[in-house]
């Protein structure tokens, strides 16, 4: 089993502010439409938070790319044999 990437601080504490953030609009979502608001002013909210999502996403994925990389050259691999399980996790969130 592979280890989890490991954060540095500043880039954990900004990707737990976002998520705090995603959480206040999803939270806002859901009030919008148990208040019956129009349907362009929720969609604009949703694709607030794809955006922040996406954010999210790319974050994580470049510490994964990064961590991946760093592993497999310190343990002797060459950049051809880390790339198959680099590309399965982009081909997982696409």
Wanted: proline share 2%; net charge positive.
């Amino acid at each position: 089993m592979k280890k989890a990437p490991v954060y540095r601080q500043e880039v954990q504490e900004e990707l737990l502010a976002r998520l705090k953030r995603i959480e206040g609009q999803v939270r806002g979502v859901s009030k919008m439409i148990q208040d019956q608001r129009g349907c362009s002013e929720v969609v604009i909210q949703l694709a607030a938070i794809k955006a922040a999502l996406n954010q999210v996403a790319m974050t994580t994925l470049a510490c994964h790319l990064a961590d991946e990389i760093m592993e497999g050259l310190r343990g002797g691999k060459e950049l051809s044999d880390i790339m198959p399980d680099i590309m399965q996790v982009f081909r997982k969130f696409n």
